[in-house]
């Protein structure tokens, strides 16, 4: 089993920035894929942003030239840099991990509040 923790979201001004944390822990091995997903009210959940355990990384079109994940794979935590924020960034935002590329296994952390509004 996985746990993650996400902290980091609130309230902030449109143009404005949040960064976003997942740490992971448990069975956490190395190889794995951690990304951001998020879901506005009345609508599907959508990835935002991947990375992999070596750094290769894949944005939504909403998400490019804005939004940064990165990752630190000693604390095994990824982060979400968000920038120039949009009140249409509003949503929860979610942590997943797999265990690895090749799996379908998966895990979600508990949701962060986004929301962008002046």
């Known amino acids: 089993q996985v746990q993650l923790v996400e902290s980091g979201g609130g309230l902030v001004q449109p143009g404005g920035s949040l960064r976003l944390s997942c740490a992971a822990s448990g069975r956490v091995f190395s190889n794995n894929v951690m990304a951001w997903y998020r879901q506005a009210l009345g609508k599907e959940r959508e990835l935002v942003a991947v990375i992999t355990s070596r750094g290769t990384t894949d944005y939504a079109d909403s998400a490019k030239g804005r939004f940064t994940i990165s990752r630190d794979n000693a604390k095994n935590t990824v982060y979400l840099q968000m920038n120039s924020l949009k009140p249409e960034d509003t949503a929860v935002y979610y942590c997943?991990?797999?265990?690895?590329?090749?799996?379908?296994?998966?895990?979600w952390g508990q949701g962060t509040q986004v929301t962008v509004s002046s």
């Open positions: 997943n991990f797999r265990p690895s590329e090749y799996t379908v296994t998966e895990y």
